[in-house]
């Protein structure tokens, strides 16, 4: 079929596959804005099941809090983590976040 036929979220899928690697930029660290949307969220999930390379990138600063957190707070980080909910992601579009849900529930 044509591309523009398939849904975006299948497209993505397909290119994280071809890629075979997903960087996603934590920042800050303990709250970045990439686990808050829901495309984000989805590259994540489909670079899991392509069993692709997947990598975190931080600044210097965010590398240097993170190592802190590692060792004198390693708590902080289990918080961090346990606030990613893709059902709370946000999207410009409503449209693609019921799309994007919808996919996420059937798997």
Known sequence: PATKDVPLEERLAVIVETLGHTVMLLDPWDAP????RIWCLWEILQ???AEAQFEVA???TQGG???RALVEDYYSIETAMSR???RTAAAFDPADRARILAAVEAS
């Not at 804005?33 to 808050?36: L, Y």
Request: charged share 20%; glycine share 0%; net charge positive.
């Open 65 to 67: 809090r993170f190592k």
């Open 84 to 86: 990613v909910n893709v």
């Open 58 to 60: 931080m600044s210097a």
């Open 33 to 36: 804005a990439t686990v808050s």
């Open 47 to 49: 670079t899991q099941r």
